[in-house]
């Protein structure tokens, strides 16, 4: 069992900056692949950034390639997203998603392989 719970969000100007940070509960988190999601009010929840339970490799969203970084700490069981040159159609709803073992980009980007999410943490960016 795992539990997540997200901090950070926030409201910012664009092209502003936010860390956001997800801390997990639980001996196995290096197990675990680590991904962020986003939901915007009428729309699905999208991948972000996912990263490897092992070997670091990381994958993102094109929309936010060059601008946000997700980097794991499992000292510390926490992984974050850095979140850079926002724009307003950044605001969402943001998800941290742990799954099992999930290394392959592909796996790392489908959100039916995910096995326990956080609450989520609201991120507005204002022009």
């Known amino acids: 069992q795992v539990q997540l719970v997200e901090s950070g969000g926030g409201l910012v100007q664009a092209g502003g900056s936010l860390r956001l940070s997800c801390a997990a509960s639980?001996?196995?988190?290096?197990?675990?692949?680590m991904g962020w999601f986003r939901q915007a009010p009428g729309k699905e929840r999208e991948f972000v950034a996912g990263?490897?339970?092992?070997?670091?490799?990381?994958y993102y969203a094109d929309s936010v390639k060059g601008r946000f970084t997700i980097s794991r700490d499992n000292a510390k069981n926490t992984v974050y997203l850095q979140m850079n040159s926002l724009k307003p159609k950044d605001t969402a709803v943001y998800y941290c998603?742990?799954?099992?073992?999930?290394?392959?980009?592909?796996?790392?980007?489908?959100?039916?392989?995910?096995?326990?999410w956080g609450q989520g943490t609201q991120v507005t960016v204002s022009s």
């Open positions: 998603a742990a799954g099992l073992g999930l290394s392959s980009a592909g796996a790392q980007r489908d959100i039916k392989l995910y096995n326990y």
């Open positions: 639980g001996r196995t988190f290096s197990s675990y692949a």
């Open positions: 990263i490897a339970w092992i070997g670091g490799s990381t």
